[in-house]
């Protein structure tokens, strides 16, 4: 069973990431948004193309973000390492703030691998756009 891509969870998941709260992107997008607008449009499973792109463009981020991040992939990799990780206190007796520390750590170097892909991605884009 192929899964599906939750693109209103993905657009508040990078809003979110940039600290950009809900009424901040409403008033970028325009006059006809507003915060629950951008509430409920974080609700939707798809999105429209232009929608995407516009505000892919206030979030300086690329639409293949929005697209293709698989948030339940991301999840599923965490929670695994986690349970890996709380069974690893109890079994192994670690101290456990060590491995709260530790799970901080590995969340943080997540963000910095999507972050830092955000940035190739956009690297690409802009190389892609000069050469036209």
Do not use: C
């Amino acid at each position: 069973m192929e899964q599906k891509i939750h693109q209103g969870r993905n657009v508040k998941r990078f809003r979110e990431m940039l600290g950009i709260k809900q009424e901040a992107l409403a008033l970028d997008l325009g006059d006809d948004w507003s915060q629950k607008k951008i509430s409920l449009l974080e609700q939707k499973e798809t999105i429209e193309d232009p929608l995407l792109q516009k505000i892919s463009e206030v979030l300086k981020i690329p639409v293949e973000a929005f697209q293709n991040f698989d948030e339940e992939q991301a999840v599923n990799i965490i929670a695994s390492n986690f349970h890996d990780n709380a069974t690893g206190v109890i079994v192994n007796n670690y101290n456990p703030i060590d491995k709260i520390i530790q799970l901080h750590e590995e969340k943080i170097a997540l963000y910095e691998r999507m972050l830092k892909e955000k940035d190739d991605m956009m690297t690409r884009l802009e190389e892609l756009i000069k050469s036209k």
